[in-house]
């Protein structure tokens, strides 16, 4: 009987758990190992921060998604691989044994970066716990404790939760002057993106009365304020931190083949470059000769593959190989009820970017969370 093992509950493996559910294989032995019973659904977060959704939304119960897979839920977090005894250690608990192991462990702050951020300002990932970090953060906002907000970080997240606290300080009842929400986006807001998405990107911050500083970086984060490498500072009594994340260190420690910055080097087939009985998928991996940014769109992309790979590798039949699109649509939204919709070198902005995003946004955790 072989034992599939899965560590983490990201997006793709929510399908692999859905597709278990729907058509199990017999005489397999299903396992999530996950360190958080909830996943949360990144393409909400910023509407939860906004207030667009209820705080508590946009997530999957990972307990039922077993449940419904017929797979053993482990609540824990898996601190290595040993794959000479083919087993997953884990925290406070007996080792689990594999002959299929999947990862889709995501990515970790790169806290190490900006000295002080670790200290002083909230970090997005894990997006498990910003749900309580959000809680705290709002209620100095409501009690005016926090009267200066700096996002840092000029990518898409940091694009959106700085339009969504916008949108939120803005119901505060917070006089006078309000709070002041500034993104301080780095060499350039939304670097990757065509200069016609950056223009409108630029004018909806200015819109929605967000400063926007670019042409600089984020040195230090101080209790009260930002500085950046040009010398100025920026007052903050709050900071948040969506700069790039780094590989989990679980991947090196377990001595699995990784690239340069620590991510899972996987062949097309989602296997790791070196091993058969390892598979991999979001944003942990680098897939080899087909790399992308990380987006949870790959990962979602991926999940379906890696379902049907995980279950032809238990019947020993060959294998898929996932091919990663050179376009995707990117939609960002702001606060003003509009969204950018980015695609092939062409960006929108218009009010039914935002609409769809919000309906693709909710079609995805609907499909895997009823509710029921
Ligand atoms: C604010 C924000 C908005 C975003 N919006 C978008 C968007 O609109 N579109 C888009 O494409 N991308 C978006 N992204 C990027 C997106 O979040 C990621 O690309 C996506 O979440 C990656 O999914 P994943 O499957 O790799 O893993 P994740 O969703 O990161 O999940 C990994 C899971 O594994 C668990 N885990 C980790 N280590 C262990 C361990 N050792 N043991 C057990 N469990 C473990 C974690 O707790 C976590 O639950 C956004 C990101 C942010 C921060």
């Not at 002083?120 to 100095?140: H, M, Q, Y």
């Not at 009267?147 to 700085?162: I, N, T």
């Not at 680098?286 to 949870?296: D, N």
Request: glycine share 12%; hydrophobic share 45%.
């Amino acid at each position: 009987m072989p034992d599939i093992v899965l560590i983490g509950g990201g997006h793709a493996h929510l399908f692999v758990l859905e597709a278990f559910a729907n058509a199990p294989l017999t005489g397999a032995r299903l396992t999530l190992i996950t360190r958080e019973a909830f996943a949360p659904y990144s393409g909400m977060l910023p509407g939860r921060v906004s207030g667009q959704y209820a705080i508590d939304s946009g997530e999957v119960d990972l307990k039922r998604m077993a449940e419904r897979a017929g797979a053993r839920f482990i609540h824990a977090s898996a601190t290595a691989i040993d794959r000479a005894a083919r087993h997953v250690v884990i925290e406070g608990d007996a080792p689990v044994p594999y002959d299929l192991l999947s990862l889709d462990i995501g990515i970790v702050p790169d806290v190490a970066s900006i000295p002080g951020a670790a200290e002083n300002a909230l970090i997005v990932k894990p997006i498990s716990t910003f749900r309580r970090k959000l809680d705290g953060l709002l209620a100095d906002l409501g009690d005016g404790r926090v009267r200066d907000l700096v996002v840092v970080g000029g990518g898409p997240a940091g694009f959106e939760l700085a339009h969504a606290l916008r949108r939120r300080a803005d119901r505060m009842p917070v006089s006078p002057g309000g709070i002041r929400v500034t993104l301080a986006a780095g060499r350039r807001l939304l670097g990757g993106v065509p200069e016609r998405g950056r223009r409108l990107a630029r004018r909806s911050l200015a819109e929605a009365g967000v400063d926007l500083v670019e042409g600089t970086r984020a040195v230090r984060i101080d209790p009260d304020a930002v500085i950046l490498d040009d010398g100025r500072s920026l007052g903050a009594q709050a900071a948040i931190v969506t700069t790039r994340a780094a590989a989990p260190e679980m991947l090196g420690r377990s001595g699995l083949a990784v690239d340069g910055s620590g991510f899972l080097k996987v062949r097309p087939t989602l296997q790791a470059e070196d091993d058969d009985r390892l598979f991999a998928a979001g944003d942990c991996v680098t897939l080899l000769g087909q790399e992308r940014p990380k987006a949870g769109v790959f990962a979602v992309r991926q999940g379906p593959v890696l379902a049907e790979n995980l279950r032809r590798a238990a019947q020993g039949r060959a294998l898929r190989p996932y091919r990663a699109q050179r376009h995707y649509l990117m939609l960002l939204a702001d606060s003003r009820g509009k969204a950018i919709a980015l695609r092939n070198g062409l960006a929108i902005r218009s009010r039914l970017a935002f609409w769809l995003k919000d309906r693709i946004d909710r079609g995805f955790v609907d499909r895997f969370d009823d509710g029921s």
